[in-house]
């Protein structure tokens, strides 16, 4: 199978001599006008404000796991900036009232507290008591999720001197939508945009999804808790369902999957 794994940036000594020949090496990307002059892949995200441009308030954008809105968030910049349809879902009650805070006059902007799971229903959830969070350097709230054993594992990464690390997890129960349920309810038959950050749980959505029903043009997601096998069968999957998928490096720890038949001219 011909893998269109998209890296970014040039091999340098491959790059010198050709410029050493006289000629000027650029990469067109999407479309012309957002091509870059180092040969680098575009951002993805001036992607997607490419795609608010054209589609408008018809832009329909899905957020799973938005935490408070701001701390590190690459949605916030473009709900401040335009005007279009957005579900974004946060699961732990407080920074989902900073959320509701941040988002109070954006009408189109649907906040759900719940977690994105195969089926609507509840499930255990996972975090870091708070008054053992001092103790993880590193860790804070956003560290949490359905993954018992990748929380585990974070934990011990940075105090490996620390045993029976279970002990310091606190367990809940929250309630849980799947994908096509929640685009559903907000009769989103088409999707622009799919943003998710899950801490692991990333893959997990995505087979979830009928992506042969509401297939996204962009999804964007975390793959830095994904092993190299499982990245490597993410990238497969997406790809035999009409995807090109960008990796964009381990210290980005996010991929991107462009829909080949909307974004031709980003293959090569």
Partial sequence: MTRNYLFMGLKHNLKDAIERLGFKITRPGLYPE???????????????????????????????????GSSSDPVVDLLKKYTFEAILIEPQRVPFQSLLALHENRPLTRLLNCAVGKVDGLEKFYSVKPDRLSLFPGIGSTHF????????SQLASVRPDLKNLENFLEISEVPTRSVQSVLEEFEFHTLNFLQIDTEG???????????????????????????????????????DKGFSVVFHGNSSGDSTAYMRQIFSKLLP
């Fill in 145 to 152: 999720g359905f993954l018992k054993d990748q929380l585990i």
């Fill in 201 to 239: 749980y990333d893959a997990e959505i995505i087979y979830s999804l009928d992506l042969e029903v509401v297939s996204p043009h962009i999804i964007n997601f975390e793959h830095t808790h994904l092993s190299s096998t499982e990245r490597e069968t993410l990238y497969r999957y997406l790809e």
């Fill in 34 to 68: 957002l091509s870059l002059p180092d040969g680098n892949w575009i951002d993805p995200q001036k992607i997607v404000e490419y795609e608010i441009l054209k589609y408008g308030k018809t832009f329909r954008m899905l957020q799973i796991g938005s935490n408070d």
